[in-house]
Nanobody, 115 residues
Framework: QVQFVESGGGLVQFWGSLRLSCVAS???????MAWYRQAPGKWREFLAS???????NYEDTMEGRFIISRDNTKNTVYLQMNRLKPEDTAVYYC??????????WGQGTQVTVSS
């Protein structure tokens, strides 16, 4: 079972930037990967995905602020987040696209945006 370790979160000011990383314990080069987040009291939501060939897809409300990328040689997926807002405060996770509550989830990385 492939496991994920997310990192790069932290406390950032309004309109700041962060770059999240997700390292997989196994090969993910042939899989579509995605970033998700879960804010307090809310359901986990999809943010962005990237296919094995690098084609990307974003949730509409990301408004071009987030950029997903990957490095298959490092089994790593990234999420560059720009112009962060307090409503972006959440725990951020990576996983395979389509993962659900019955699948393995890492610990995530906390992102807190101050106003």
């Amino acid at each position: 079972q492939v496991q994920f370790v997310e990192s790069g979160g932290g406390l950032v000011q309004f309109w700041g930037s962060l770059r999240l990383s997700c390292v997989a314990s196994g090969t993910i080069s042939d899989r579509t990967m995605a970033w998700y987040r879960q804010a307090p009291g809310k359901w986990r939501e999809f943010l962005a995905s990237i296919t094995s060939s690098g084609r990307t897809n974003y949730e509409d409300t990301m408004e071009g602020r987030f950029i997903i990328s990957r490095d298959n040689t490092k089994n790593t997926v990234y999420l560059q987040m720009n112009r962060l807002k307090p409503e972006d405060t959440a725990v951020y996770y990576c996983n395979f696209q389509g993962a659900n509550d019955n699948d393995y989830w890492g610990q995530g990385t906390q992102v807190t945006v101050s106003s």
